[in-house]
């Protein structure tokens, strides 16, 4: 791995109970985690779910309503921004317009008043990391948006810092740069091994980055657990419905004698209480062979190059089945899916959470 130099240290982030209100508008509800050492954790959400808002606070830049947050079990709840060796990178890059990207990258050397005589190894080095060596003596108006995006990560990491910071680093690149940055801040993680706290509402940002993944809505944390934790066993309909692309199948019903009644599909072999549940299924779960348990007219078809998603409308809600690629038929045209109890998530019909 890449030696970080004196700046390296080991940085636990501990949140215990945060919260942060506005008069009585609740925007982190009781934030209760610890980040062990150089784990990399997305904090995942719909926008205003309090994303940012817990970053700013770890960073320092929002006053903190209730709780603590420790680094190395140090209370920092009121130590400047500057005092918490954290690194942030946000979605619109600030850069200098008026310095080239040596001088970008080197800018917190001088603002930290870091020895002179290290700032050019360490500049080189980081530049390095992103692949910007041959534009140091660029501008950010003679960069494209991946390129200026880079910088802003060459900034943060020359820093050394304990803690990296990202919000939305991607936000602002078209697809194809997003792809390619965000496989570049995975590798980069991988070398750098600094805790880093990534906030994206993007999904499979937060599905290919992370160790662990926050789920949070309205302020409260849905489910916390590692990415494979989170799509095989969603805590609630709402993680069940954010995350997967297209997103889990949601039905609502009755389970009655062990088997699922609701919109039309009936569905045996669960061993689970009678009451009202909400049923999900995956579209990538469902086959076609032995199709029985769904059976609609066709709403919509979607060739999707390795496979053609089929959507039906059943009951009031639209339930996509992921068929092979060479599948051909009409909307309209009769549709039928195998859809076994061994494939279905159940959650409570009034909660939501699983059962
Ligand atoms: P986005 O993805 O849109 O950035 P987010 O999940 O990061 O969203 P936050 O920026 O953390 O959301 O905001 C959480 C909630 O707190 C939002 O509903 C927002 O409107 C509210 N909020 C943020 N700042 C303030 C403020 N200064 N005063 C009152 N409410 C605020």
Redesign the pocket.
């Known amino acids: 791995h890449y030696a970080l130099g004196e700046g390296a240290a080991m940085a636990e982030i501990e949140l215990r109970n945060l919260s942060?209100r506005?008069?009585g508008?609740v925007?982190?509800d009781r934030f209760d985690l610890t980040i062990p050492d150089r784990e990399f954790l997305v904090?995942l959400?719909?926008?205003?779910?309090?994303?940012?808002?817990?970053?700013?606070m770890i960073a320092g830049l929002?006053e903190i309503t209730e709780g603590d947050i420790l680094i190395d079990g140090r209370r920092v709840n009121d130590l400047d921004p500057k005092d918490r060796d954290v690194a942030m990178v946000f979605q619109s890059y600030a850069l200098y317009p008026n310095l080239d990207v040596y001088e970008n990258i080197r800018f917190p050397l001088k603002v930290r008043k870091i020895d002179p005589a290290t700032h050019k190894d360490r500049v080189m080095r980081a530049a390095e990391m992103v692949e910007l060596t041959d534009f140091l003596h660029r501008r950010p108006a003679e960069l494209s948006g991946g390129q200026r995006q880079r910088v802003a990560l060459a900034r943060a990491i020359v820093r050394q810092p304990n803690v990296f910071l990202m919000?939305?680093p991607l936000s602002n690149l078209d697809a194809k740069l997003r792809v390619s940055t965000r496989a570049q801040i995975k590798n980069l993680s991988h070398e750098l091994q600094v805790t880093t706290i990534y906030?994206t509402?993007d999904q499979i940002e937060a599905m290919t980055l992370a160790d662990r993944v926050v789920v949070?809505n309205?302020?409260v944390v849905q489910q916390v657990g590692s990415p494979t934790e989170i799509y095989d066993r969603p805590a609630n309909t709402f993680v069940a419905g954010f995350i997967g692309n297209p997103a889990m199948n949601l039905v609502e019903g009755q389970m009655r004698g062990g088997v699922f009644t609701g919109a039309g599909l009936d569905i045996p072999g669960f061993s689970l209480p009678d009451g009202k549940v909400t049923l999900g299924f995956r579209a990538e779960d469902a086959t076609l062979e032995g199709g029985e348990e769904l059976h609609a007219p066709i709403y919509t078809l979607e060739l999707l190059g390795d496979s053609t998603m089929v959507t039906v409308r059943i009951g009031g809600a639209l339930v996509s089945v992921k068929a092979p690629k060479d599948f051909r038929a009409e909307i309209g045209d009769m549709f039928r899916a195998h859809i076994p109890a061994s494939i279905c998530h159940v959650f409570d019909g009034d909660t939501g959470e699983r059962v």
């Open positions: 942060k506005w008069g508008f925007g982190v904090l959400g719909p926008s205003g779910c309090g994303k940012t808002t817990t970053m700013r929002e919000d939305e906030v509402h949070m309205k302020g």
